[in-house]
């Protein structure tokens, strides 16, 4: 009976371990060795297919050819479990210094609408060698993921570019773990009280009544009481005459405290006073790099900007900004977390970091959008890129990793593509500082914008409608 006990144990530990130890194989066609399905391809042209080649191939007789001009990715979609554990991997091949910049492996975690809700890299193939190299990366799917898009990656220079890819694959490592059922507490058995038994009381001595004769009680005669005097009216003090609070201190809209003073920040802001100046979606780390995503605000305008119970969005999630402070046509770095300054250690500007530690839920490699609130709901500013349209439509193109997305806020009649562009040295919170209204009205050299003499900048500045200069034809960033 016990041997039996015994494999029947045995036998139930094999079962559950199997989901773990197999590790089924979750892609399709994962060495392209039945042409192209159900593989695609995001780049040049979306919903494109990836070419079949046979040489060079890692394995079998054929491997899949990735060319673009630009980003591009081949891609399949599978379904995965919450809280999971998987690895992507597979074979790259990188050899194309003229355009490939990198090739690697992304899981892109998707919710049940079908949303990205963060990626996860390989490491990269940077360098260039005719050679298959090994690319692999683990990680959890998180716990509202449902999906996942596999993804082998091309970052191109500008330059028509291939890669190679073989031997893909995609498994579940292990389960997460079962829930436990928590086990009920008793309920404590109550405690009797004993009653203590009443202790017996003394019987009463009678007193007996005495015999007295009563005395007899005189009247008393009345005296009476003399009529108080009035107390005197007190005299009023007059009345104290409120003295006006300016208003450098009054309270912000926000709640925000202002100390009085020529240096309060304004209580209102309007959309387009604050911008979203620059962007890193994509930093240089590989792998999970939400921990080093940042964004850069603008001041647009000529007065300080107190920045309370602002909000940052994402496509997914939403994170308050911490308080600050912008100075007029000044920048602030809303940084994910101090991993910040491991790409930028000389970094000496006004910078705060996200509690979590991640911007949203991550900025998107692919495409996302990024949205500024302040503290009454309204929208100062967004932007959308990669394969995001909710925002501008067409989407902001996607940059290199750790080039950022540097906006010149310019005269562009609205069109955002003309404002943007792809930096290769970042620079937070380093735009060009405004030079004086003084200096503005002396200055002798040739005039910015379309021919915008510096005596109207500094008059514009002056009456305070800094937000009109772009309207004349006068970067922001001149001003």
Excluded: C
């Excluded at 392209?32 to 060079?56: C, K, L, N, R």
């Excluded at 404590?188 to 009653?195: D, E, G, L, S, V």
């Excluded at 015999?211 to 005097?229: D, H, I, K, R």
Aim: no cysteine.
């Amino acid at each position: 009976m016990r041997w039996a006990l015994a494999l029947l144990l045995v036998s139930m530990l094999a079962l559950l371990a199997l989901p773990a130890s197999a590790q089924t194989e979750l892609l399709t066609n994962g060495g392209f060795e039945q042409g192209s399905e159900p593989w695609a391809v995001i780049g040049d042209i979306y919903g494109g297919v990836p070419q079949i080649v046979d040489t060079p191939v890692k394995s079998g007789t054929h491997a899949a050819a990735l060319s673009a001009q630009g980003n591009a990715w081949l891609y399949q979609k599978v379904d995965v479990v919450p809280d999971g554990v998987y690895t992507f991997s597979g074979w790259g091949w990188k050899d194309d210094p003229a355009a490939i910049a990198q090739a690697y492996l992304s899981i892109s975690w998707r919710d049940d609408s079908g949303k990205e809700i963060l990626s996860s890299d390989s490491q990269w193939l940077s360098d260039d060698q005719p050679e298959w190299r090994q690319l692999t990366v683990t990680d959890n799917a998180p716990d509202r993921a449902r999906q996942a898009r596999l993804d082998a990656v091309i970052r191109v220079d500008g330059s028509p570019g291939t890669a190679y890819f073989d031997d893909l694959s995609f498994v579940l490592v292990s389960l997460p773990p079962p829930t436990p059922t928590p086990e009920p507490t008793p309920t404590p058995a109550p405690t009797p009280t004993a009653t203590p038994a009443p202790e017996p009381m003394p019987t009463p001595t009678p007193v007996p009544t005495p015999t007295s004769t009563a005395t007899p009680v005189p009247t008393a005669t009345p005296t009476l009481v003399p009529t108080p005097t009035a107390a005197a009216t007190p005299t009023l003090a007059p009345t104290a005459t409120a003295t006006p609070l300016s208003a450098a201190s009054a309270t912000p809209i926000w709640g925000a405290t202002v100390t009085p003073g020529p240096t309060a920040a304004a209580t209102t802001v309007q959309p387009g006073d604050v911008l979203i100046s620059e962007v890193m979606h994509d930093p240089p780390q590989p792998g999970n790099d939400a921990a080093f995503e940042w964004i850069e605000l603008f001041n647009t305008s000529d007065q300080r900007l107190a920045l309370t119970g602002w909000w940052l969005f994402d496509n997914v999630d939403a994170d308050p900004i911490p308080d600050l402070v912008l100075e007029p046509f000044g920048y602030a770095v809303v940084a994910a977390s101090a991993g910040f300054y491991q790409n930028f250690p000389d970094f000496s500007g006004t910078l705060v970091t996200i509690a979590d530690g991640r911007i949203g839920n991550g900025l998107s490699n692919t495409g996302d959008r990024i949205i500024i609130r302040d503290g009454t709901g309204r929208i100062i500013d967004a932007l959308s890129y990669g394969e995001d349209s909710s925002v501008f439509n067409p989407a902001l193109p996607l940059v290199v990793p750790g080039h950022s997305l540097e906006r010149q806020v310019s005269a562009s009649g609205g069109n955002p593509h003309a404002e943007f562009w792809d930096n290769a040295a970042p620079s937070p919170g380093r735009g060009p500082p405004p030079p004086a209204p003084s200096e503005l009205a002396t200055e002798t050299g040739p005039p910015l914008g379309d021919a915008v003499p510096p005596a109207a900048i500094a008059i514009a500045l002056a009456l305070g409608l800094a937000s009109i200069l772009a309207g004349l034809g006068v970067s922001r960033r001149q001003i």
